[in-house]
């Protein structure tokens, strides 16, 4: 069964960086980054496949990088020039199969991590 870790959440000011982690357990073929906020609905921010295709929501686009240790089994997400609108809880979750049109839909994954809360406030 996959098992998933994060690490890395904290507050920051805008205009300041984190990168969070995820460590994998456990089979994966396509691994992402999501964030729910208060009172909205869970997106996909970043996801990464096996053979290395990435893809962004566009309002973190140039902004955020993921990436993937393989050696590790560790994924990460390098978050720069954060705005209050990013404030959310971030979960890293995989999938075994997935179509690549639904890539950065939630409902596509079945293993979740515990999520790490990112606070941007002044």
């Known amino acids: 069964q996959v098992q998933l870790v994060e690490s890395g959440g904290g507050s920051v000011q805008p205009g300041g960086s984190l990168r969070l982690s995820c460590v994998a357990s456990g089979p994966t073929y396509c691994m992402g980054w999501f964030r729910q906020a208060p009172g909205k609905e869970r997106e996909g921010v970043a996801t990464v496949m096996t053979d290395g295709t990435t893809r962004y929501v566009d309002s973190v686009q140039g902004r955020f990088t993921i990436s993937k240790d393989n050696a590790k089994n560790t994924l990460y997400l390098q978050m720069n020039s954060l705005r209050p609108e990013d404030t959310a809880m971030y979960y890293c979750?995989?999938?075994?199969?997935?179509?690549?049109?639904?890539?950065?839909?939630?409902?596509?994954?079945?293993?979740w991590g515990q999520g790490t809360q990112v606070t941007v406030s002044s």
């Open positions: 979750a995989a999938a075994l199969i997935m179509p690549p049109e639904w890539r950065l839909s939630p409902d596509k994954y079945s293993h």
